[in-house]
């Protein structure tokens, strides 16, 4: 009995060992031209509470709203530049203030009505209307004014103040243009795809929260973005997000090609998918990276010697070599390095614990007893807040407080849940701010420190990068903007507002079957040229 | 009779408002609540001022004192309204109610299994005339509690699913999902049922009536099945409702190893949002399978036990 259950079990066992090193070695090698139809089955880390990707700012929301709508304009992730999508063509006032775009013949959503200038000024004004329920476009549209149907092919949307970032901000799914037909239902039928009426390449098909979202092709698909790899319609008949929790069920579910991707691949896991048929495309993420945002108003923070020896004493290098992987770069600037207009400061960056002790000393801050300085009975101590939207967070910082330990400086970590953290951050009342944003435009930076935005330094007027980055939003010449914005980097850190760690990177990781995953500038996926092989 | 019934149902409705009322308390008590998590959090708090948070929070109407957000919850509730999720925007009954039947039919099914190997284990435990044999399947149960079910749930995926390749991982389709996590719910609560019932065994086992049948000439399977099992019973039937509460808490676990939905998925991710209609429907409906566990257990402790019902009505 015993003797022959081992023996099936051995049988089965070569039997599923010869199934996956032919079906590895038949397209591991040559995958061949792109071949339409077939499913792709994608594992996703967390269930998008909602897929309309006008109201929702997560990336399991906009991994999957990006397939339903177009937007008017697309931007190329290897340079920045806004391309044509929906828009042939734009123009700009010379402030900034007003966007004329010139929309292509022959889009439709797929409730059959067309893509004209009357629907785009629907969508917007829809968008305005959902204030901040509109995650991400409440920002993007904060100071918007109106939209003005000029023609049947012609909408001009203008703002209050000089709104730059808005021509980037055109290129995002949380712009992305919904059906008039949309509207009739209410913004939470829509969350839950009811209604998702866009022009996309795909279709909703369904959604079973915590469980699977399926999405179609669009049939007679033909004004795709002019990034896009092939014109006409995406090659998938669908695609299916599951929904897999646990990042161990996720690689193997992959690895025993129940799946044929997945995201969030974690760090451990990397080493995994290393060749052997297996593919792991990587992207970091545009915007602001993963920083220990300083509060200038609050206890040793107060003291910019202390706050530029911070940024010295942290070894960068380090984090990504020990706590990452090297798929994870250290930060060379406040921005990530996908970022348009993103400077390379690495020279101000440099791990520099003698540099961080000169500073400390030249400001009076001596050895305390137990190794950290003080200064007129003061410690110098301060506190992070963070909480766990990336799974590394605190092992990444335990790292950070012990190497700014070596240079005297006591770094305490408070662990809080998202709806604390964001009532901390909204109170103003905390020292350091860990966190990243994704954002594929330089702007960002005056949304977290201007004194006219969010100011999460709580700089004083007058301060140094309220000028640049002033500069910066009201210009879409990049010849002017791009010295506004380096001016606006290099002065976050040599007053040491924020001391730059990591760049989030997106890894995601393909069986031998799937093809052409791509990401689209703000680091998350763009399905349209994707395709699966041997199913 | 009658009082006793009466009785019981009354604790229960006690037990239903005081499981919606606990919930309620606690989640104000903590720090945040789900419009900041939803709206303020991440890369969206950049561009929601407080003046936005405030009218959101007064649209889902967090923003009345607390004792009128009380009673009009109370009194939706007790209409079976729960009010709309936060995070999803979908209606919390609604919510709760499709996620029921995928958690019944793992639990359902785990409590079969539960019971055909704790029974198993208690019978063979105590009937075997073999010593060593009785003390090593004896030995299971606090074995089997002492597993940890997310490691036991990841182990067996491993094995069945990514090398064998029997069964699938994930998903809620079919027969087949069911096995893996039915048996990792199944190894804990079987061991609980398997402890108790075996104790039982082994105590009216040692009871003059058993030994006086046994010394009559019967043999010991006639002796369990027909005199001991009855008297067993009542012991392992009180467990009922901490084996109810230990597949609901479980489930939690198994639906995250192995994708499914279900009431554990939808119970974590509202807690974690503070998705207050969630955990509200969530909660007064485990309450509610709670204390109908508890009220049949109570109304079959009579038919097996005469004492009690004898004891009952004479009190009353």
Not at chain 1, 87 to 105: C, G, I, P, Y
Not at chain 2, 154 to 181: C, T
Request: proline share 6%.
């Amino acid at each position: 009995m015993s003797r022959t259950a081992a023996t099936s079990l051995l049988a089965l066992t070569a039997l599923v060992a010869t199934a996956c090193s032919s079906a590895g070695g038949a397209t591991g090698a040559d995958a061949g031209p792109p071949k339409p139809g077939g499913t792709l089955r994608l594992g996703i880390s967390s269930s998008p509470d909602c897929v309309d990707p006008q109201q929702v700012g997560t990336n399991a929301s906009l991994n999957v709203g990006r397939q339903l709508v177009d937007s008017l304009t697309d931007q190329d992730p290897a340079t920045g530049e806004i391309k044509p999508w929906l828009a042939e063509k734009w123009e700009s006032n010379a402030d900034s203030t007003a966007f004329t775009f010139h929309l292509r013949d022959g889009a439709t959503f797929s409730d059959g009505s067309p893509v004209d200038a009357a629907s785009v000024k629907t969508s917007f004004d829809a968008i305005k209307a959902l204030g901040p329920k509109s995650q991400l476009g409440s920002g993007y549209l904060a100071v918007y004014k109106g939209t003005t149907v000029v023609d049947p092919k012609t909408v001009k949307i203008e703002f209050s103040v000089p709104s730059a970032q808005f021509l980037q901000a055109s290129s995002t799914m949380s712009l992305g243009v919904l059906a008039p037909a949309a509207y009739k239902k209410t913004a939470d039928q829509r969350c839950q795809g009811d209604g998702l009426i866009g022009s996309g390449p795909f279709v909703f098909e369904s959604l079973k929260q915590n469980q699977e979202i399926v999405l179609a092709k669009r049939k007679g698909y033909s004004w795709g973005s002019s990034l896009f790899k092939h014109q006409g319609e995406a090659y998938l008949d669908k695609i299916a997000y599951k929904i897999v929790p646990e990042p161990g069920v996720r690689t193997g579910s992959l690895a025993s090609a129940q799946l044929d991707a997945i995201t969030d691949v974690q760090p451990v896991d990397e080493p995994q998918f290393t060749g052997n048929g297996f593919t792991e495309p990587t992207r970091p993420n545009p915007g602001v990276v993963f920083n220990l945002h300083a509060n200038v108003t609050k206890g040793v923070l107060t003291d910019e010697k202390v706050r530029q020896a911070v940024v010295k004493g942290i070894n960068r290098p380090e984090v990504t070599n020990t706590v990452l992987t090297p798929n994870y770069k250290p930060a060379t600037s406040i921005l990530g390095s996908a970022t348009p207009f993103y400077t390379d400061l690495s020279p101000l960056l440099a791990y520099d614990p003698a540099g961080a002790t000169a500073l400390l000393e030249s400001a009076g801050w001596l050895p305390g007893p137990d190794g950290i300085r003080t200064k007129n009975g003061q410690r110098l101590t301060a506190k992070v807040v963070f909480s766990l939207v990336f799974n590394q967070n605190k092992s990444v910082l335990e790292l950070v407080q012990q190497q700014l330990r070596k240079i005297g400086f006591d770094l305490q970590i408070e662990q809080r849940t998202t709806a604390e953290s964001v009532q901390i951050t909204q109170s103003g009342n905390y020292e350091y701010l860990w966190y990243n944003t994704t954002r594929a435009d330089p702007d960002i930076l005056r949304n977290l420190f201007s004194t006219k935005a969010n100011n999460r330094s709580k700089l004083p007027a007058g301060n140094p990068v309220d000028a640049p980055l002033d500069a910066q939003s009201s210009t879409v010449d990049p010849a002017k903007r791009k010295p506004a914005a380096e001016e606006a980097q290099r002065a976050i850190i040599e007053h040491g507002y924020s001391a730059p760690v990591f760049e989030l990177t997106q890894v995601l990781a393909h069986g031998p079957n799937a093809h052409g995953v791509g990401f689209e500038a703000s680091s998350r996926l763009q399905l349209f040229d994707a395709w699966v092989s041997g199913s | 009779m009658t009082r006793y019934l009466l009785r019981r149902i009354l604790q229960a409705v006690f037990v239903l408002w005081a499981a919606f009322t606990v919930s309620f308390v606690i989640l104000y008590l903590l720090p945040g609540d789900a419009v900041s998590a939803k709206l303020g959090g991440g890369e969206a708090g950049l561009s929601v001022t407080p003046e936005q948070l405030a009218a959101a929070k007064a649209e889902y109407g967090l923003d009345d004192p607390l004792p009128l957000q009380y009673g009009k919850r109370l009194l939706a509730a007790l209409q079976g309204d729960f009010g709309r999720s936060i995070a999803t925007g979908d209606d919390a009954t609604n919510m709760v109610v499709s996620a029921l039947p995928p958690t019944l039919a793992v639990t359902g099914f785990a409590l079969v299994l539960a019971i055909l190997f704790g029974g198993g284990i208690a019978f063979a435990g105590t009937l075997t005339r073999h010593r060593w044999l009785g003390n090593l399947l004896l030995a299971l149960p606090p074995l089997g509690i002492s597993l940890p079910p997310f490691w036991v749930g990841l182990l067996l995926v491993q094995f069945f699913s990514f090398q064998l390749r029997l069964l699938p991982a994930l998903g809620s389709n079919g027969f087949e999902s069911l096995i893996l996590p039915a048996i990792t719910l199944a190894i804990p609560t079987g061991a609980i049922i398997g402890q108790v019932l075996a104790k039982s065994l082994r105590t009216q086992l040692a009871e003059p009536y058993a030994e006086i049948a046994l010394a009559k000439g019967a043999s010991r399977s006639r002796v369990h099945f027909g005199h001991l099992l009855r008297n067993a019973a009542v012991p392992t039937l009180t467990i009922a409702g901490v084996v109810a509460g230990n597949l609901i808490a479980g489930s939690v676990i198994t639906e995250t190893v192995f994708s499914r939905d279900g009431l554990g998925r939808v119970t974590s991710s509202a807690v974690t949002a503070q998705d207050i209609p969630v955990v509200q429907a969530v909660i007064v409906l485990a309450a509610l399978v709670f204390v109908v566990i508890n009220l049949l257990v109570d109304l079959v402790y009579p038919v097996l036990d005469p004492r009690i019902r004898h004891r009952e009505t004479t009190d009353a």
